[in-house]
Nanobody
Framework: QVQLVESGGGLVQPGGSLRLSCAASGSIDRLNVMGWYRQAPGKQREMVATMRSSGSTTYKDSVKGRFTISRDNAKNTVYLQMNILKPEDTGAYYC???????????WGQGTPVTVSS
């Protein structure tokens, strides 16, 4: 089994910053893609950022230049540094780990992010 433990969500004012962390453990061999997804109330879950163990990254267009994904392969941990947060960034943020083709994919429990004044 695979376990993902997320932390770092919370309430922040517009323009503020938050850093999310997700630590993976268990049978994670060959699960080389880690990433963050979010789901706003009443909306579908969407990709925010992903990163392969090679270091290649993918970002949702609206977060480019504001969010940075990074990972510590030795600790099996992925981070999401979120800067210049906007109200539209509000939602539940989920950590994901998967193999290249998505045959094996696991989700964290989600951590809430609220951007509001």
């Amino acid at each position: 089994q695979v376990q993902l433990v997320e932390s770092g969500g919370g309430l922040v004012q517009p323009g503020g910053s938050l850093r999310l962390s997700c630590a993976a453990s268990g049978s994670i061999d060959r699960l080389n893609v880690m990433g963050w997804y979010r789901q706003a109330p009443g909306k579908q879950r969407e990709m925010v950022a992903t990163m392969r163990s090679s270091g290649s990254t993918t970002y949702k267009d609206s977060v480019k230049g504001r969010f940075t994904i990074s990972r510590d392969n030795a600790k099996n941990t992925v981070y999401l540094q979120m800067n210049i947060l906007k109200p539209e960034d509000t939602g539940a943020y989920y950590c994901n780990i998967r193999d290249e083709l998505g045959f094996r994919s696991y989700w964290g429990q989600g951590t809430p992010v609220t951007v509001s004044s």
